[in-house]
């Protein structure tokens, strides 16, 4: 199998896109990441998007965007999986150039999600839940992430104010990123103080829906042009799983055993253990699924994940850094692009341009993207050549 | 690269199933393929589907089929490319099977269109073209189609009956197909006093909305069980272009530029030239769409292609047989699974079950899947081992 390095990123500002199409953003990412390695031509493109064709009324973003961006008539098309769309399409990349049948291959994820009318975007994002068993019902993605949060507490014994610290390192690391959407520290008083979304859930433990795009080239290192100056990463090990989509199939609804089982499978490919990881960019569309899934990639107890986030623990100069550039809370969401959001900065911390957000030494970083209640995982371990 | 070959095929029936969820019809078709082929357990799935979240609020499909078919938490996904879904569909399943990073696939089409409100089928598939210069001015499919019709009948001065022999054709061989929504032949003087849907086009022109799934079990040979009883069928070659999403970027929009590159690198890679295969499966949804894709593919002078339905050139005993089990006009267009019954169909005839529908000594099958207008195209040759 070849080695498949990520020669290329790019990304647009996270944010509220009012004036700007979905296809220009998507060209922006995709313009930015050919950029920066001349004489490569992409001979597949792969999309992840997850909401275009209810709230853009566009399908078909593939054909469009290989179109748009001038790809000569390309191998194009969207991979969906929810909120993990993005981190999906970066595995379908993989496995074309890892297969030696594509060369070069372009992923972007391209998300509008913010010039909507109210409740179209939490309705969109319903669709991503069990529609017949669960949507049908009400229960949208944000209800459920507070029935979760309401059983931890319960269940754990957990103090409510425990959560404030995966905020807090969000914020703080969204002030150090040019392209996060939100870019101010906030406070332990801010989060205690903040509106109620959906009880318990307060406004600091939801990531906010976003507009934006990121991109990446895909090809074997044996490929790259001799000019090409960027430090070179790697694609280590990639691994997906999927869970039930309902929650109230599973035994253990704190359980997300499909973080669990790509966790180990992509440790296992990259004979590694998880604590041999640098930093990790983990999926905190709220902050409950941050604790479940730093619990079930094995970085604590059941429980007790929420006590990582009492001290520096996940900070940047601490020994697990945690979404370093602002993760999805306050880099911002943009749905089906936040996958590739995540590879975009975790290849900036790698090749060591995180600027003041820099990660000391690091050369393995872990991302990790989730659809629904962790109903899809996909995990990637990218590496320093 | 491994040698990937389609062992087991499951389809359901074809038509109206107001009465059947779009889970339970793809789990009959999946039940249907993987009882073909006993011990080999899938490990990824791929689901093409286009219109679920808008028709049946239900996005993230590949993980609710990967649990509701109790597939043990597999990869799963969805890919989307308009009308070509389910072709795409089959052709990720191809390259994870031939890459080697996956042993046994998955592959389900499915669809749901039919128990909606009147408008809405036609307005969701709009979403397929350019949604901010074609759909946003009233352009659906349909209206893009007759626009095709008209200009073809215009430019070659071809009688407006000349495209009567596809429809004869489609419902001829749908009424062999015991799983085809149309069973019964036509008459060339119903077709000529069908009523009109979008002037040229008559209703017999137009391929009908359907609820349907088909699926297809990938593996490698060398890993079928020695008590595998059917003929086998590899897949010789797998190729997929794309043109511009909106007709108006096109230098002449009656050459499928798309088709043409599609084919060419398909046959490239089979080693064969496409009078080589025994019988096509085309993607009809529109009878304009099988002129122009024949003649874009090499079987007939751009402006001519209508004539090779003028005689039984292109039924069951002619040269080159096409859709013979009806295709997408007579056994149904159920969207993203559209392609996947193709492929279904084209395996019937190579195994030699296709019943008296078959095809003599069908030993090879060119199938090609259209999103929108042709601006995506994916052609597969499947052949018997």
């Known amino acids: 199998m070849s080695e498949v390095v990520i020669a290329g990123i790019g990304q647009t500002q996270v944010g509220e896109h009012w004036d700007i199409s979905l296809r220009s953003l998507a060209l922006e990412a995709i313009e930015a990441a050919r950029a920066e390695v001349t004489g490569l031509e992409p001979q597949a493109l792969f999309v992840g998007n997850m909401l ?3 709230l853009s009324n566009q399908a078909h973003v593939g054909a469009l965007l290989a179109d748009y961006a001038h790809l000569g008539g390309i191998e194009a ?5 929810s909120g993990a769309s993005g981190g999906v399409a970066l595995r379908a990349g993989y496995l074309a150039v890892a297969s030696g049948l594509v060369d070069v291959a372009l992923v972007v994820g391209v998300e509008k999600m913010t010039d909507t009318i109210g409740g179209e975007v939490e309705a969109a994002l319903s ?10 019902h009400g229960l949208t993605p944000t209800a459920q992430a507070a029935l979760l949060m309401r059983r931890y507490l319960h269940e754990f014994n ?5 959560f404030a610290g995966f905020a807090l390192n969000a914020h703080a690391n969204g002030a ?4 996060a959407m939100f870019r101010k520290a906030i406070t332990v008083e801010m989060y205690n103080q903040a509106g109620i979304v959906s009880d318990p859930l307060n406004m600091f433990d939801v990531a906010p829906f976003a507009d934006g795009a990121a991109a990446l080239l895909l090809t074997r290192s044996d490929l790259l042009p001799k000019n090409f100056s960027h430090p070179l990463v790697r694609i280590k090990a990639s691994s997906m799983a999927t869970d039930t989509l309902a929650l109230h199939d599973r035994p253990n609804p704190l359980s997300f055993s499909a973080v669990q089982r790509s966790v180990e499978q992509v440790c296992d490919k990259a004979r590694i253990t998880p604590l041999q990881i640098d930093f990790i960019e983990l999926h905190d569309a709220f902050s409950i699924m941050a604790v479940l899934s730093l619990e079930a990639a094995g970085f604590a107890q059941p429980g007790e994940g929420w006590q990582l986030a009492q001290s520096d623990f996940i900070g940047i100069q601490g020994s697990l850094p945690i979404n370093t550039m602002g993760g999805l809370k306050a880099r911002g969401n943009p749905g089906g692009a936040s996958g590739v959001y995540q590879a975009v900065e975790a290849i900036q911390q790698l090749r060591g341009q995180a600027g003041k957000n820099q990660v000391p030494d690091a050369r393995r970083a872990m991302i990790q993207s989730l ?15």
Not at 127 to 136: G, I, L, M, P, R
Not at 158 to 162: E, H, N, Q
Not at 378 to 383: P, S
């Open 176 to 179: 150090g990123n040019p392209k």
């Open 371 to 385: 659809g629904g209640p962790a109903s899809t995982v996909v995990t990637h371990i990218l590496e320093t050549l």
């Open 52 to 54: 275009a064709p209810q």
């Open 77 to 81: 098309f969207t991979v969906e999986a």
């Open 127 to 136: 669709t991503a839940n069990d529609s017949d068993y669960e949507a049908v």
């Open 158 to 162: 957990a103090p409510r104010d425990g």
